[in-house]
């Protein structure tokens, strides 16, 4: 690959990672029309979607975003944690929907925003923090003295770091998700019940 297609595929990459919010509207938009839920869908897909926020909490609790690079909490076995979360959620939004083409929908965004987002953070923090954070990805030292890599040991989870870093907004956004699809799923038997056989319902 040339460096101008290189550019380009990086230049996408942060184009798709600085509007994966507002894709993600449109997204939901789409799949909770789509999402055929049940009672008992939403209680396992919120309790798998629960695990996810749990895991994006703990490290937004560490992260001092493009201050260093952090090593504790969940930084200690994966550099991109926040992203994993965002995926356990996904993949318990697409349970709770009950319905194929909306779970579909959920994983292709995933895929292409997250894989956009890493590939722009990567790209950051190699220019930015260069030898110290390719040594935190390989698992080794850095060399010589760094201030700019956080003890992995040293520091505790806070509240306050993960507020800061915006977390309550995601956690607001499943919950309203969640709340949404539990008002679908209690009236959406009875509503087509009512409709008839003849109504065609979202997604199938």
């Known amino acids: 690959m040339s460096e101008r297609d290189a550019g380009v595929g990086v230049g996408l990459a942060g184009a798709v990672a600085r509007r994966r919010v507002p894709l993600g509207f449109a997204f939901a938009v789409i799949v909770l029309w789509l999402a055929s839920p049940t009672p008992g ?10 695990v996810g926020e749990a895991i994006r909490i703990w490290a937004a609790g560490h992260l001092q975003k493009a ?33 194929a083409p909306a779970a579909a929908l959920i994983v292709f965004y995933l895929a292409a925003t997250i894989t956009a987002a890493v590939a722009t953070e990567e790209t950051f923090l190699q220019r930015a923090f260069g030898d110290e954070y390719m040594s935190y990805r390989r698992g080794t030292p850095a060399t010589g003295t760094s201030t700019r890599i956080a003890p992995a040991g040293d520091r505790r989870f806070s509240i306050r770091r993960a507020v800061a870093n915006r977390e309550h907004k995601a956690m607001v956004g499943l919950v309203l998700v969640v709340l949404l699809l539990a008002w679908k799923a209690t009236y959406n038997e009875p509503f087509w019940r009512s409709a008839g056989p003849r109504a065609v319902r979202p997604g199938g």
Request: charged residues 5%; aromatic residues 6%.
């Open 41 to 50: 869908s939403v209680a396992i897909g919120s309790a798998v979607a629960a």
């Open 67 to 99: 201050r260093e690079v952090t090593s504790s909490g969940p930084y200690r076995f994966t550099a991109h944690p926040l992203y994993v979360g965002s995926s356990v959620m996904g993949v318990g939004l697409a349970i709770a929907c009950a319905n």
